[in-house]
């Protein structure tokens, strides 16, 4: 795939509407579907801000394929290592909800199988290269999505 366009938010469009389409073709209706998509986009894009932010603070970039300048391990990434791809699956099963997509729901683990094969685990090499034992022990301790 092209450089230009693999990155994580081209990767959860895809997704989206893959999910979209499905629901448009068998929806499944439940009382709940809209509520509680609504909540996990909302709380997908609260932590999506919270952990861009921490990056942004520590200087570092938030751009996969770059080299980090810093190792954030406090805040959101006290709890996962990855929290902005924890929010694109998060924001990504709140909207096969909201549009009546429960026969997609299973992309959302190949989604998350995408993630971490095509970014997280790249980052975490350039991680432990920059960063060594630090980051080696932040990884004990720190799962990497929840």
Do not use: C
Request: glycine share 8%; no cysteine; hydrophobic share 55%.
């Amino acid at each position: 795939m092209a450089k230009e366009i693999d990155f994580p938010p081209v990767w959860l469009a895809g997704f989206a509407a893959l999910g979209g389409f499905v629901g448009s073709f068998v929806p499944v209706e439940w009382a709940y579907n809209s509520i509680i998509g609504a909540a996990l986009i909302i709380v997908g894009v609260l932590v999506m801000i919270v952990a861009v932010g921490q990056m942004l603070l520590a200087r570092t970039t938030v751009i996969p394929h770059r080299d980090p300048s810093a190792l954030v391990m406090n805040g959101m990434f006290s709890l996962t290592r990855n929290p902005i791809y924890l929010a694109d699956t998060l924001i990504l099963t709140g909207l096969y909800l909201h549009w009546d997509a429960i026969l997609a729901l299973p992309l959302v683990l190949l989604f998350m199988i995408v993630i971490t094969r095509r970014f997280i685990r790249p980052e975490e090499a350039r991680l432990e290269g920059a960063f060594g034992e630090v980051f080696t022990e932040y990884r004990a301790r720190t799962r990497r999505w929840i």
